[in-house]
């Protein structure tokens, strides 16, 4: 089966500009995550859907930042305007059911605002 | 928030010995689970431990959990080059069981 992917693996751009990462989680898996992981503050939670629906956001770091899950296969995390502070690993995971199961995490996107 | 914290940030050993890794949390969890990320890569879920378990086994690892001392280790035993990796252990959030909240985690090199 395939596992979550992302895209695009790596985002290299200026910032002010607007970036748009992509999720789609294992078929089947009812929830999703949305991590950044960063040397200084390590691996934390941005937001998660629970059937689509937005859950818990308030890891969110600002403004600039949203996420939507349109449908189960597909979710994208936006940042707007970007700002270098903004460079990260920024991971989505998926999960089937709400308590006590395993995440399922993507490879990531290495993202790097200049 | 209650963070796990591992213990030690680094450790280096020679292939074929043991590798014991540390978490300790902060507040009452339901569950607490061990992933590994290797460099470049997504966590990959080793094993989950519930709050009543003691004690768990998957191959090669091995986990613990003493709620009293709000503490768990993983020890990998037999080393080997292919275990390289950073560990992480992670705990439900109090509020919600569904939210992770992950250490800072354990690099792990096995040397040759």
């Known amino acids: 089966d395939a596992g979550v992917i992302q895209s695009p693996r790596h985002e290299v751009t200026e910032m002010g500009q607007e970036v748009t990462l992509r999720c789609k989680p294992i078929?089947?898996?009812?929830?999703l995550f949305w991590y950044r992981q960063t040397m200084m503050r390590g691996l934390e939670l941005l937001i998660y859907?629970?059937?689509?629906?937005?859950?818990?956001d308030s890891g969110m770091p600002e403004d600039r930042f949203s996420a939507k899950m349109p449908n189960a296969s597909f979710s994208t995390l936006k940042i707007q305007p970007s700002e270098p502070r903004d460079s990260a690993v920024y991971f989505c995971?998926?999960?089937?059911?709400?308590?006590?199961?395993?995440?399922?995490f993507g490879d990531g996107t290495r993202l790097s605002i200049l | 928030s209650q963070q796990g914290e591992e213990d030690p940030q680094a450790l280096s050993i020679q292939e074929g010995e043991n590798a014991t890794m540390n978490c300790s949390y902060k507040t009452s969890i339901n569950n607490l689970q061990w992933y590994r990320q290797n460099s470049g890569r997504g966590l990959v879920h080793l094993i989950l431990?519930?709050?009543?378990?003691r004690e768990k086994h998957s191959g090669r690892l091995r986990v613990t959990l003493d709620t009293s001392k709000k503490s768990s280790s993983l020890l990998i035993t037999a080393s080997r080059a292919a275990d390289t990796a950073s560990y992480f252990c992670?705990?439900?959030?109090?509020?919600?069981?569904?939210?992770?909240?992950f250490g800072q985690g354990t690099r792990l090199t096995i040397n040759p």
């Open positions: 992670a705990t439900d959030d109090s509020r919600s069981a569904q939210k992770l909240v």
């Open positions: 995971a998926s999960s089937f059911g709400t308590v006590y199961q395993p995440q399922h």
């Open positions: 859907f629970n059937n689509n629906v937005p859950i818990d």
């Open positions: 431990i519930r709050s009543n378990e």
């Open positions: 078929s089947g898996h009812n929830s």
